[in-house]
């Protein structure tokens, strides 16, 4: 074969009218960027309304979760500009909104999707920085989506109040200086439940457990090891399976031969409705193992979970961070304003996301600015109270909220579609702290606070 | 049927550096203008163009391409966590270990052609996708992704103690970081390197062999040719591709999720190159920033959104428009590109750029003067979607 072509454009050529271009088009960049010529990225300056961003998973393995999330979110906003009756406004405390927005600014939202993908939570966590202005972004379900968006905002500038994630890494070796969780975490579940457990089941029992294959499911099943091996339990093997996986059979034939007795779901969302169900199809609640009932735990419970698994969570333990039916002034404001919108009780995910909104809000106010570094100085160490879960604080050394954790089982007689868990135990802060630098939360940095710019 | 001159190829590479380079200002308009999803447009473009060069010229269906991506992104995270935050060794390594890899997938598959080609390319990718998701968690970290810590080792930046701050570097060429605007000039400077090659290698006798092969296998071998090498040097170029795509992904965002290796996303270039244009030059890029676009602007519309755009309708018309749009976006916009993409492969077989081919010859005869330009473009352009 000859040489077709030949080509009067030499290499230099086309270098040179590169070059020419790029410059060209290069222009636009300098002038965008005197747009940030502000104190702090997506500053609104003297607009009228300030932009939050909500991402949350709408499809997926925790899509119902993220749809719960998504109600909380905007009945929030309605609160913050004075719309509705308030809700926890008027009972959190100390409290500075005054129902006129934030810092006399109206509040606007943008939402996404996270499709319970990192990448694609932070591709929406983008778009609502770069191109909505948002000066918070909010929204999880999924320790591994959080953890990915709140690195993302860290290194942005600006703010990002975790929804829903119960990872200890997420305010342990992923912590971030910009990030908040209001949730509680693996370790405090752990933490609250082993007593009880111990007191109903004993102190001779074998362990098997059943994980999501992510961060959250590595740091739970961690912490239930250790808790439950502290009281004397055995764990006979842990078996990771992946998110979303639809059908548990294959994972839940070889516990019938195990010898163990004792069954931790640490999965959450659908997932946990799947593997639960099948079990109960397996016929493993009705065996009896080394001459003991056999019994499943599944450690983070929601009441979306026990809704969506029917008859099969009666009976069966597990922790919540919150529940509608506890008797607080909180709690029943927001249980009112939530149902009178929606006509249903709030989740879980929605009081943790609901509470963070205001709280981010709330620190904005005091600071006088959405400034993150100010912002930041606002809430670390900011003690509250009438939130739905008695005196709480957050902890300045790891961003964590610290306050008590409920421990539930799954009702025997529900009076209505929503009574699904009743409250065993109220474990006190005390009980479940730990210190910074615990083992299961070591390595991390907050490191520095990011404006943006 | 090749006869772009390099008059003509000078000025359409010329053209298309020059509208790449302009996006930020002629996508202003239509809400796409902000530098995460501008630097998509030019990464997914480098990923389509690639992934062109193996379907458009010899026809073969690869529908394992993602797997390339995802492991170009690990390549370049791993790089940034071992080496050095600074982008040209990962994006090197990137495209070297995905050129290796493309080279034992592509010596395994290419035994076959046709469906049984795409199926095992599938079979490959579907297999890689499983493997970072659970096997190769270690090196992957699994569902949570690969990402970047403060104590990793980065052992080239450290010897040259560039230690000093606090929290995690940012990626950065010699200094300048890589993501907003930066990150997305230097995507478009790769990308219109990656068109120059690929219209380099449509015109070169190598690009004719893989025509051939695309229109007659048999006859080529027939004519004492061995077709086997020509494809795998494709299959790896186009790896390759891919390989950097996946790496600038890292770059622009250090992070790397095995959901980037899925089926799905081996779909979606698929889409891409046919939506443009299979076979054409710029229609993969085409494709790429069509797809995108409904991905992440699309989605994002509410009814919040909708009632906005409506507003200059009368009360009860707004609503009753917005309740009727309101099914196709947000979480329906993949049903609005489904059917867009059943319009066009019904009408337009050749994708968007056939379209526009076609729109141009209409006005060229009204509108000389002002067509003959872009109608030329686009001769060239289209001139040698071939067979």
Redo the contacts between chains.
Sequence with gaps: ?S???????SRRD?LK??AA??I???M??FY??NAFAANYLNDPGSAAAVTFGFNVP??GAYADEGADELRAYKLAVKHLNGEGDGGMIHTLKPMSLKGNGVLGKKVKY????TQT????A???A??MI??DGVTMVTGGSS??VA??TQ??C???GVIFMAGLTHSNDTTG??KR?NGFRHFFNAYMSAAALAPVLKKNYGTDRKAYHLT????WGWTQEASMVAFTEAIGWKTVATV?T??GAGDFSQFITPILNSGADTLILNHYGKDMINSLTQAVQFGLRDKQVNGKDFVIIVPLYSRLMAQGAGDNIKGIFGSTNWHWSLPDAGTKAFVKSFGAEYGLPPSQAAQTCYVQTLLYADASERAGTFMPSEVIKQLEGFKFDGAGNGPTEYRAADHQCFKDVLVVKGKEKPSSQFDLLEIVEVTPRAKVEYKPDNKFFA???L??A?NGV | M?NGS??K??IT??VF??AI??M??WMAPI?AN????LQ?FAIYGIFAIGFNLLFGLTGYLSFGHAAFLGVGSYTAVWSFKLLSMNILPALLFSVLFTGLLAAVIGFVSLRRSGIYFAILTLAIAQMSYNLA??VL?PITN????L?????DVRIIDNLFGKVAT???P?TNLFGITM????GF?FS??VL?LCF?ISLRIF???FG?TLRGIKSNQKRMGYTGFNTRPYLLAVFIISGMYAGLAGGLLAVT?P?A?A??MEWTASGEVVLMTILGGLGTLSGPMIGAVVIKYFE?IF??I?DQRLLEIFSWAPDGLQHALAYVVSPFVG?GWQLTLGLLFVVIIIFLPGGLVSGFKRIFTKLKPIAKGVAKKEAKKEGADTGEAGT
Excluded: C, H
Aim: hydrophobic share 30%; net charge positive.
């Design positions: 074969m040489k077709i072509i030949t080509s009067k454009w086309i009218a590169g271009s790029g060209v088009a290069g636009p960049m965008m960027k709408q499809t943008v939402t996404g999707d993908k990192s990448d694609a932070r591709a929406s983008k778009r770069e191109k320790s591994g953890i990915a690195s993302l860290q290194e942005a070796k992923d200086r999501a294959d992510y961060t990771k992946p998110v390595g991390g940095k490191g520095p990011n | 090749e390099a008059t190829d000078f590479l010329l550096a020059v380079l302009t930020p200002i809400g902000y530098p995460d999803l998509r998701y659970s968690t699994g569902e949570t992704g990402q970047l810590r403060n104590y606090e929290g995690i940012s993501s907003g605007y930066s000039y478009a400077v219109i120059w015109r070169s006798p004719i965002d992070l999720g959901e980037r992440n989605s994002s509410g979480n």
